[in-house]
């Protein structure tokens, strides 16, 4: 950059031009724009889909801890229930690649890369058409064996499951493709739709005029529709209060003490509304449908396995269960008794009196003490000769 001076041209050699420019000095010392070193960076607004549920100040680390170990073992536990249905267990690597959603590894992503990491796991070989193939090793298979043994024996404890998800639902009927969907969450065998042909007594099939199929309750059972709070409210009722909290809104012209105002809303603490009622019938913002929601999801992560499950199990049975788009929220102001984790669009939430104080379940089902020992297993790079 310069500045230039008007001046005359009076002894201008060109008779043709009445005036000139002359440029006088340099500027281009001068900075005329902030180097983007120096420039401050916009901090991107955070979405619902990076933003943490917990402050980091508020973050249960043992909690946080299990779904760090989810995403690690991610590709290797649906990697095996995929690969578990597939004709002789194999599936060739050119199809694999291609399956990043079934498999649960990242789009655009080597699937080979993913396979190398469980050697003892997975094993490939190159079939007569120069095509490579993967599978289960050796060791893997006698897992796979020891898990259906489980499975079996634990049937009639799974059947009961269902039985009380049925008992909870609003018209005591699902639709089959929901549990199937929800299988691993509750400890259900996959062929499990052909199971419950087998207790006639409790279940009935039904298909659809668009070919869907809907499980039915056939007999209620009065035995079974006892929550796991109210179990625990017979044994230890100072603790069962505790579990939740409904504060009343009241005015100020009462003028309470601290000590009245805890009174007050204990009357409102412990969910009265028994999960196997009929919650689609009530007031949907009334304080006993929302003591309704909160015992309903309460008693359907005490079902589950891990006593755990994400906003996508929970969001399957919204319907059935009578739950609102603010489920969400009403878990946040339930601390005592829920832990959120992960993010805003992709949480997990905890029921908290299931784990110990060092992040660790209290009673472990024996698929969980199995699928723990599987993926101890499969992190190993050799097998260790005791």
Not at 139 to 164: A, G
Not at 202 to 219: M, S
Not at 231 to 256: N, S, T, Y
Not at 301 to 314: C, D, M, P, V
Request: net charge positive; aromatic share 12%; charged share 35%.
């Amino acid at each position: 950059m310069a500045f230039w001076r008007l001046v005359s041209t009076k002894n201008n050699p060109n008779p043709n031009s009445t005036l000139c420019f002359i440029r006088t000095f340099s500027t281009s010392f001068l900075i005329t724009k902030t180097p983007k070193s120096q420039t401050k960076k916009r901090k991107k607004k955070e979405s619902a889909r990076t933003k943490q549920v917990q402050h980091e100040s508020e973050r249960i680390q043992h909690f946080e801890n299990i779904l760090h170990c989810d995403n690690r073992f991610r590709f290797f536990l649906k990697t095996k229930d995929f690969l578990s249905k597939q004709p002789q267990q194999v599936l060739r690597l050119d199809d694999a690649g291609k399956l990043y959603r079934e498999l649960g590894f990242p789009r655009g992503r080597k699937v080979l890369k993913y396979i190398q990491r469980h050697p003892l796991v997975f094993q490939t070989y190159r079939h007569s058409n120069d095509k490579i193939w993967f599978g289960f090793t050796d060791f893997m298979e006698r897992f796979l064996e020891e898990e259906e043994r489980i499975m079996d024996e634990m049937e009639k404890e799974r059947i009961d499951v269902v039985r009380k998800l049925l008992m909870m639902s609003a018209n005591k009927r699902i639709p089959l493709s929901k549990i199937y969907h929800c299988r691993s969450l509750f400890g259900i065998p996959e062929d499990f739709r052909d199971r419950v042909r087998n207790y006639p007594e409790f279940f009935n099939t039904v298909v659809e005029e668009d070919g869907k199929r809907i499980l039915e309750l056939v007999k209620w059972d009065q035995k079974l529709a006892v929550s796991a709070l109210e179990r625990e409210f017979m044994v230890d009722e100072d603790r069962a209060k505790k579990a939740f909290q409904f504060k009343v809104k009241h005015g100020k012209f009462l003028d309470l003490g601290e000590q009245d105002e805890r009174k007050l809303n204990l009357l409102n603490t412990l969910p009265l509304v028994s999960p196997y009622s009929d919650g689609s019938r009530l007031d949907l913002w009334t304080l006993e449908a929302e003591k309704y929601r909160v015992g309903v999801i309460h008693e359907f992560l005490s079902l589950t396995l891990e006593k755990r499950a994400s906003i996508h199990h929970i969001v399957e049975f919204k319907e059935e269960l009578s739950l609102t788009k603010h489920t969400y929220a009403m878990l946040l102001k339930q601390q005592r008794s829920f832990y959120l984790a992960g993010t805003e669009m992709n949480w997990v939430v905890f029921l908290k009196d299931a784990y110990g104080e060092d992040g660790v379940l209290i009673h472990k089902d024996p698929l969980v003490v199995f699928n723990e020992k599987l993926c101890e297993f499969a992190d190993k790079q050799k097998l260790e000769i005791e």
